[in-house]
């Protein structure tokens, strides 16, 4: 069995961050609150944090929403003085709406003040519905809040590709995107790395384990009936959706070997397969603060590294089985729903709406607010019978902004975000679309434009036609769309 060394390896995030390559994850408190019908002792759990910190592993990562996850890590920082302090990444996750000044500056002030800290070192945007655009007003008062000083660098969670691409394009300094990354969820390794790559962005890695399946005690185990731990409950997920208990026995497998090979454990094979991407910064492994350590056991992930016959078997274990579908942060906005609670419909659909459709006779109408839907007379969608038509369509922010003004990919996406939530007010959906024309400025732009319609439409594929088209202002793209309701 390799020596393992005594502090995990180290990452240069930014000039002035730099982080363990495995980040402390938080999430657990809330379930260990929840189990207990109580907070955690702060002092207590920030004990058994600054032991994690006094071994090397210095950098947390928690949220809003993780129980009292930043009031721990804030008594930990208190304990630092003005000295050298742990790393602390937190997450704010507001509920889509109007992201006014106000509101977000609210959102930071709290995260500071819980954390007693006058500079966030890692802020992380979560962004449930796309088609909610304010997300980009969120990150540009974040981005204010950064040239001000009270957060050090911005990151995302859950961000796909598509839309990271659209931060990028309108400025916003992206740091990170925290996504899920591992052996069985192959996904960030596509056009996300590529893409982070390009632009100096890294990778924050969780649920590298699996929730625990990346184990020994699963190796051969028959499949479990049921599970109580909501971490594996959803992870379960993960692995019906690969082709279920055989496919993951494979991959499993293929692990083990790998770990018997060098003398470590199936879960440091795991470990260091994701820390080896190209754009991974660091893995996060979750902790629960007093009750469970796997600190030793996880140096182990740092003792030895992947040779090309590791690789190979590996590979030949993913073949057997499925692809997770989509790109990273679809299982909490489309099926197949890879969370613990399963299908989240139904807490999406209880967000706000971005446009309200208004009764007009047999017709519904819905206007995006812009003035030239009343000077040159016309609706942003109109829905008459079972069929909802969608007008041409463009990169419009607010009243006058142009998002993205160089990237026709963006662009496009931006414009069936809008178109989405058009399609939604009326009582549709992308997937009821039969129809779309696409207009592009410059027709050598075809191929972006393109795959970026393919990846909306990729389930349900509509009719459509593209052509060159001297547009109006300064876009590279409108869409019009047409849409069926299907009956229930």
Same mark, same amino acid.
């Given at each position: 069995?390799?020596?393992?060394?005594?502090?995990?390896?180290?990452?240069?995030?930014?000039?002035?961050?730099?982080?363990?390559?495995?980040? #402390?994850? =938080?999430?657990?408190?809330?379930?260990?609150?929840?189990?207990? /019908?109580?907070?955690?002792?702060?002092?207590?759990? *920030?004990?058994?944090?600054?032991?994690?910190?006094?071994?090397?592993?210095?950098?947390?990562?928690?949220?809003?929403?993780?129980?009292? &996850?930043?009031?721990?890590?804030?008594?930990?920082?208190?304990?630092?003085?003005?000295? $050298?302090? +742990?790393?602390?990444?937190?997450?704010?996750?507001?509920?889509?709406?109007?992201?006014?000044?106000?509101?977000?500056? &609210?959102?930071?002030?709290?995260?500071?003040?819980?954390?007693?800290?006058?500079?966030?070192?890692?802020?992380?945007?979560?962004?449930? @519905?796309?088609?909610?655009?304010? !997300?980009?007003?969120?990150?540009? $008062?974040?981005?204010?809040?950064?040239?001000?000083?009270?957060?050090?660098? =911005?990151?995302?969670?859950?961000?796909?590709?598509?839309?990271?691409?659209?931060?990028?394009?309108?400025?916003?300094?992206?740091?990170?995107?925290?996504?899920?990354?591992?052996?069985?969820?192959?996904?960030?390794?596509?056009?996300?790395?590529?893409?982070?790559?390009?632009?100096?962005?890294?990778?924050?890695?969780? /649920?590298? @384990?699996?929730?625990?399946?990346?184990?020994?005690?699963?190796? /051969?185990?028959?499949?479990?009936? #049921?599970?109580?731990?909501?971490?594996?409950?959803?992870?379960?997920?993960?692995?019906?959706?690969?082709?279920?208990?055989?496919?993951?026995?494979?991959?499993?497998?293929?692990?083990?070997?790998?770990?018997?090979?060098?003398?470590?454990?199936?879960?440091?094979?795991?470990?260091?397969?994701?820390?080896?991407?190209?754009?991974?910064?660091?893995?996060?492994?979750?902790?629960?603060?007093?009750?469970?350590?796997?600190?030793?056991?996880?140096?182990?992930?740092?003792?030895?590294?992947?040779?090309?016959?590791?690789?190979?078997?590996?590979? %030949? *274990?993913? &073949?057997?089985?499925?692809?997770?579908?989509?790109?990273?942060?679809?299982?909490?906005?489309?099926? +197949?729903?890879?969370?613990?609670?399963?299908?989240?419909?139904?807490?999406?659909?209880?967000?706000?709406?971005?446009?309200?459709?208004?009764?007009?006779?047999?017709?519904?109408?819905?206007?995006?607010?812009?003035?030239?839907? $009343?000077? &040159?007379?016309?609706?942003?969608?109109?829905?008459?019978?079972?069929?909802? @038509?969608?007008?041409?369509?463009?990169?419009?922010?607010?009243?006058?902004?142009?998002? *993205?003004?160089?990237?026709? %990919?963006?662009?496009?996406?931006?414009?069936?975000?809008?178109?989405?939530?058009?399609?939604?007010?009326?009582?549709? /959906?992308?997937?009821?679309?039969?129809?779309?024309?696409?207009?592009?400025?410059?027709?050598?732009?075809?191929?972006?434009?393109?795959?970026?319609?393919?990846? !909306?439409?990729?389930?349900?594929?509509?009719?459509?036609?593209?052509?060159?088209?001297?547009?109006?202002?300064?876009?590279?793209?409108?869409?019009?769309?047409?849409?069926?309701?299907?009956?229930?």
């Amino acid at each position: 069995m390799p020596t393992a060394p005594t502090r995990p390896e180290r990452y240069r995030l930014a000039p002035d961050l730099e982080i363990s390559r495995m980040v #402390t994850g =938080l999430w657990q408190v809330a379930d260990m609150e929840r189990q207990a /019908g109580r907070p955690l002792d702060p002092d207590s759990a *920030a004990d058994a944090l600054a032991v994690y910190a006094e071994s090397g592993f210095d950098s947390f990562d928690m949220a809003d929403h993780y129980g009292s &996850a930043e009031l721990i890590t804030g008594r930990l920082l208190a304990r630092h003085g003005t000295g $050298e302090k +742990p790393r602390a990444f937190t997450k704010w996750c507001p509920e889509p709406g109007p992201m006014t000044a106000g509101v977000v500056r &609210a959102g930071i002030a709290e995260r500071l003040e819980r954390l007693g800290v006058d500079r966030l070192d890692l802020l992380q945007l979560h962004w449930w @519905l796309y088609e909610h655009p304010a !997300y980009l007003d969120a990150m540009a $008062e974040l981005t204010k809040l950064r040239e001000e000083g009270l957060i050090g660098e =911005l990151g995302v969670t859950n961000f796909d590709t598509e839309h990271l691409r659209i931060l990028v394009a309108e400025g916003h300094p992206v740091r990170t995107n925290q996504v899920s990354f591992s052996l069985l969820d192959r996904r960030a390794a596509g056009p996300l790395t590529a893409f982070c790559q390009e632009h100096g962005i890294r990778l924050l890695a969780y /649920g590298t @384990l699996a929730g625990g399946f990346m184990d020994e005690r699963w190796l /051969g185990a028959k499949e479990p009936a #049921t599970i109580a731990d909501w971490s594996r409950m959803k992870y379960r997920r993960f692995i019906e959706t690969i082709g279920g208990w055989d496919a993951f026995q494979r991959i499993l497998a293929a692990a083990g070997a790998i770990a018997e090979k060098h003398g470590v454990r199936i879960a440091n094979v795991a470990t260091r397969w994701v820390l080896d991407q190209p754009a991974v910064a660091a893995v996060i492994v979750g902790a629960r603060p007093g009750e469970r350590d796997h600190r030793e056991a996880n140096l182990r992930a740092f003792a030895f590294a992947l040779d090309a016959e590791d690789h190979a078997r590996l590979e %030949a *274990a993913f &073949a057997a089985s499925r692809p997770v579908p989509g790109d990273c942060g679809d299982e909490y906005r489309r099926p +197949p729903f890879l969370t613990a609670s399963g299908d989240l419909s139904h807490h999406l659909g209880t967000l706000p709406r971005v446009f309200e459709a208004v009764p007009d006779g047999d017709r519904s109408r819905v206007s995006s607010g812009s003035v030239w839907e $009343e000077v &040159a007379g016309y609706t942003r969608a109109l829905r008459v019978g079972d069929r909802v @038509l969608v007008s041409g369509t463009t990169a419009t922010h607010g009243t006058d902004h142009v998002v *993205a003004r160089d990237d026709p %990919a963006a662009q496009t996406a931006y414009v069936l975000d809008k178109i989405q939530a058009s399609l939604r007010a009326a009582g549709a /959906g992308l997937e009821d679309v039969v129809r779309t024309r696409v207009f592009v400025r410059d027709i050598a732009q075809w191929e972006p434009v393109a795959r970026t319609h393919g990846r !909306y439409f990729r389930d349900h594929r509509p009719v459509n036609s593209l052509v060159e088209a001297k547009l109006v202002g300064d876009y590279l793209v409108e869409i019009e769309a047409e849409a069926v309701v299907r009956q229930a």
